[in-house]
């Protein structure tokens, strides 16, 4: 099991303008574990196909994490950012799971 330290990214809904909200991407730093190392092929008639990774990162968060969860946007691990495909809240964890390359707005 390899070991894991990386920015992960909220989207935290935040009032631009009265009765206009919009995602702040916020940054912060996590350890963790890396359980599951994977990555899929399609099967797309594509000339350059997408990446797509199927890796599980295990993470120990805070509370701040426990309470936006559902706002992870993107971690960054190994000099890329992967958009999260799932999130499994197993206290005192939120085990991660990667997926394609991750094109939104960052901090």
Known sequence: MARFFGSIGFGVPEEVSPGVWEDRVTVRQYYGSVTRLMRQYTG??????????????????????????????????MGTRWSVSNVEVSRPRLILELGRVYNGPSA
């Open 44 to 77: 797309d008639d594509k000339v350059l196909e997408d990446i797509r990774v199927n890796n599980q990162v295990s993470v120990v968060v805070d509370a701040f994490a426990n309470e936006n969860f559902a706002a992870i946007k993107y971690v960054e691990w």
